[in-house]
């Protein structure tokens, strides 16, 4: 485990019913030159965004709402997002959506009236610095995003996705409220929580772990394992969609203080030319992953396995590790993913695309307790290619 913990996170975070009202609170303390709204068509389709346009009406604060973002953004299509809002004048943005609406925020919030592009944060966002305070309003359970220092752009020339880092995206207020994941469809339901489960077990994992990340991603996990099946099957369980929800956060609090490895790394190439969802391609390689990094992380996930199923505590290291993994496995299935890649287009001869991809993901792999070698994640690959 390493030496130094850290935590990094946003300035104020509530859960509960009916927070709306807080962003009155925040605003209160602001000069208030406006407020930007971004969402996208789905949730305003799923009648999320009119409570918070009716509030901002009626507490008569001026509001431009930006509602065509595009799932999982290039940097291009952020970039022309930058480019439609540079007029309105705005201390804050509020985003009200998934991943990839708070992301496509999070990156305005860093480039607003500067002379910069999204590329130029690719190459190198070390110095960025924020130019809005932003409020982040999930209703996915979710990428976590809203505690993250990571916005995930579509690199489309390299068919591949990045990881832009920088302090200054975490938010200054979080609104973690049920509301929003009470009607969540049952699909995306299933593919943001197993991203969610994915970075807390990838971050008590890995290498980098420390004592801080470990207490919030086996937290993080305990809420995920045990109630992502019953959210999943009954629609009315609403205390377990708040469990995912919650859950959500940890992840995302602890991939700031560990960080994602295996199953992220060999995921984007997926998401980067296939453009299969996020969450869909972690769950996808999530067994696999933990598989080939086994014997490194066996002592981990058996006390994984302590924490979140106490009751199976007679079994030995090497049984616990197994169990954990045999319960991912388990869940995929019953939250209904498929796991063959060869149903999302995928053929043999994309092999080594997929493997040179993934293995340039260093900053995720240095992450990872196992020293991957090219024929370790052959073999990952083809593990979820069946037939
Ligand atoms: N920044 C980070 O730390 C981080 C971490 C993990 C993933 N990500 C990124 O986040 C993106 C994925 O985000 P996501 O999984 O949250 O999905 P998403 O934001 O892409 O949304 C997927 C779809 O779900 C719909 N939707 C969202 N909430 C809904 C609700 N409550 N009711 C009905 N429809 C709803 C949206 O309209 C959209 O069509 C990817 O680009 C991924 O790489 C970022
Ligand atoms: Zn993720």
């Not at 201390?91 to 998934?98: L, N, P, R, S």
């Not at 995003?145 to 489309?156: H, K, Q, R």
């Not at 509301?179 to 469809?185: C, E, R």
């Not at 972690?282 to 979140?308: P, T």
Request: glycine share 6%.
């Amino acid at each position: 485990m390493a030496a130094q913990a850290f935590l990094k996170l946003p300035q104020r975070v509530y859960l509960g019913e009916n927070l709306i009202r807080k962003i009155g609170d925040f605003l209160a303390t602001k000069k208030n030159k406006g407020v930007m709204v971004f969402t996208d068509p789905g949730l305003v389709k799923a009648g999320l965004v009119k409570p918070l346009e009716d509030y901002l009406i009626n507490s008569e604060i001026s509001y431009k709402i930006e509602t065509d973002l595009k799932p999982e953004p290039s940097y291009t299509e952020v970039d022309n997002l930058l480019e439609r809002v540079s007029k309105f004048e705005c201390d804050t943005i509020i985003a009200i959506g998934g991943g990839s609406v708070m992301d496509a925020a999070k990156l305005v919030s860093l480039l607003k009236g500067t002379n910069k592009s999204v590329k130029d944060l690719i190459d190198d966002a070390s110095t960025a610095t924020k130019k809005c305070s932003t409020i982040f309003i999930p209703t996915t359970a979710g990428t976590g995003s809203e505690a993250t220092i990571n916005a995930i752009v579509l690199i489309p020339e390299k068919q591949v996705k990045f990881g832009i880092v920088s302090d200054a995206m975490l938010p200054d207020l979080v609104l973690l409220d049920v509301d929003n994941v009470k009607n969540l469809p049952k699909p995306i339901l299933a593919s943001s929580a197993m991203d969610a489960l994915s970075h807390c077990v990838e971050c008590y994992t890995a290498k980098n772990a420390t004592v801080m990340s470990d207490g919030i991603a086996s937290m993080g996990a305990k809420l995920i394992f045990r109630n992502i099946v019953k959210a999943y099957q009954n629609p009315e369980d609403i205390e377990a969609r708040e469990a995912l929800q919650l859950g959500a956060f940890y992840g995302g609090v602890a991939i700031t203080a560990s960080g994602t490895n295996i199953v992220h790394a060999l995921s984007y190439p997926l998401g980067g030319k296939f453009h299969i969802a996020h969450g869909v391609s972690n769950a996808i390689l999530f067994k696999a992953g933990m598989e080939m990094n086994k014997e490194a992380i066996k002592d981990r996930l058996a006390s994984l396995c302590d924490i979140v199923w106490p009751e199976e505590g007679s079994k030995s290291v090497e049984e616990k590790a197994d169990f954990v993994i045999d319960k991912i496995s388990e869940i995929v299935k019953e939250v209904e993913i498929p796991t063959d890649l060869k149903k999302f287009g995928v053929k043999d001869s994309d092999l080594d695309f997929l493997v040179d991809s993934a293995l340039e993901q260093k900053r995720l792999l240095s992450h990872n307790m196992k020293n991957l070698t090219r024929e370790d994640v052959v073999r990952v690959y083809k593990s979820v290619m069946e037939n």
